[in-house]
């Protein structure tokens, strides 16, 4: 199957099954000397792990990370990092009524069409289990980019109806909640919206955001790798994304030059803050950037800075030194236990009744998928940006 490779200059290919042996992932680009251990990678690995709340599916997978190469004596040394997971709890003779029928909102019937093979276990490649993979690529772009000042974070914004209030907006109860929610009140009210649907055999949809902060400005490679193109790419590759949005994304389509532009402010947000919350609220400042400027103007362009983020951090498909805001939208999970209408492979009316274990809703555990695949675009856009100007690369050469 191709497909199975995401990156330029840093590359993760996951590969296997839900209801294989293992799944796992090779990451091949990745600078020698960062320090890298499995406790690392597992922090990652236990946000997406199956069977911790009643909100998630009861299988029950320990999710140990194994690292197979790419690491000596604690740090990479610039060859591929394999990591495994063994899969434990696998169960697959629950999907043996389903092996020969196409369940709704599922891959089975593309996939067949597709391959004319189809693994009927638990969805095979197209399973949620498969982006136990990209976390694991995900934890060590995050350690890279954590040396470069960069931090990447992803929460439940929205669980069917129920949104988070910016004003009870809080990052510790994103950690702290079992949806994964920076909102007490949001939680409790998504929690019980859970558990009416649940009871009618049915599940839920959501939004996740996720922020990246620290980037400096000129990330992204006009004009068909732009930064927002790349991440897009990226998050729309994870299974029930149905749309990706950057900034104000879709709103910005109602609204009004004069509203959506952000001013460009010179100085600090500091200083610049009557002015800067009177157009709603002071933007990130341009950091490193700075730093690739000519002498002369180095102090002057420190400052540069937008006064609002209506562009989420993005410019021209480069990243413009504000935070960089992503939001993904998850369709509800297809495995209902409800009776559903369908097809068998000869084509023929069937009804089905779903077994197996399911997330009522699967936003929560992707949430830290979100930010694997935005941690690791953003870590191989940088190091691509690296020859973009001859003076980084005399800094290297000369
Ligand atoms: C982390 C994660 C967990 C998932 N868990 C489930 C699940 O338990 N049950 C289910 O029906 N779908 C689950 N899915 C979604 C399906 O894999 C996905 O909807 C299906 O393969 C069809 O692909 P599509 O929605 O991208 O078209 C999960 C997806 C992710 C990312």
Not at 177 to 205: F, H, I, Q, T, V
Not at 302 to 328: C, M
Not at 381 to 389: I, P, R
Request: hydrophobic share 35%; net charge negative; charged share 25%.
């Amino acid at each position: 199957m191709a497909g199975s490779v995401w990156g330029t200059v840093l590359t993760m290919t996951t590969w296997g099954e839900s209801h294989g042996k293992g799944l796992g992932v090779t990451v091949d680009g990745c600078p020698a000397g960062l320090l890298l251990c499995e406790d690392d990678i597992q922090k990652y690995l236990d946000r997406r792990k199956p069977g911790q709340s009643r909100f998630t599916t009861a299988r029950q997978e320990g999710d140990r990370v194994e690292i197979l190469s790419g690491v000596f004596e604690g740090r990479t040394t610039g060859t591929p990092v394999s990591m495994i997971v063994r899969n434990t709890d696998q169960r697959s003779h629950d999907y043996s009524a389903i092996m020969d029928v196409y369940r709704p909102g599922h891959a089975d019937y593309t996939f067949d069409e597709k391959y004319g093979f189809r693994d009927y276990r638990g969805g095979g490649r197209s399973s949620g289990r498969e982006t136990i993979g990209r976390v694991a690529a995900g934890a060590v772009a995050a350690k890279l980019l954590a040396e470069l000042g960069v931090s990447v974070m992803a929460y439940t914004r929205s669980i069917g109806p129920v949104t988070v209030s910016e004003e009870r907006f809080d990052p510790a109860q994103a950690a702290g909640n079992r949806l994964c929610m920076p909102d007490a009140e949001a939680a409790a009210e998504a929690e019980r919206y859970l558990d009416g649907l649940m009871a009618a055999g049915d599940s839920a949809g959501g939004i996740v955001e996720c922020v990246v902060r620290g980037l400096p400005a000129g990330v992204g490679e006009p004009v068909f790798e732009k930064l927002d193109a790349r991440l897009a790419h990226a998050v729309m590759s994870i299974g029930a994304v149905k749309g990706v949005e950057i900034g104000d994304g879709f709103a910005a389509a109602g609204s009004a030059g004069s509203r959506n532009n952000d001013s460009f402010r010179g100085g600090t947000p500091a200083e610049n803050a009557d002015s800067d919350a009177s157009e709603g609220g002071a933007g990130g400042i341009s950091g490193n950037c700075a730093k690739n400027s000519p002498a002369g103007e180095l102090e002057a362009r420190k400052g540069i800075h937008k006064a609002t983020n209506h562009a989420g951090g993005i410019l021209g498909g480069l990243s413009d030194g504000d935070e960089i805001v992503l939001r993904a939208a998850f369709k509800p999970t297809p495995s209902i236990a409800r009776p559903q209408q369908t097809v068998n492979r000869g084509g023929g009316n069937v009804e089905i009744e779903i077994k197996g274990r399911h997330d009522p809703v699967i936003v929560p555990r992707a949430v830290v998928v979100v930010e694997a695949m935005c941690a690791f675009t953003i870590a191989d856009m940088m190091l691509l940006n690296m020859s973009s100007k001859l003076e980084n690369v005399k800094k290297i050469y000369c």
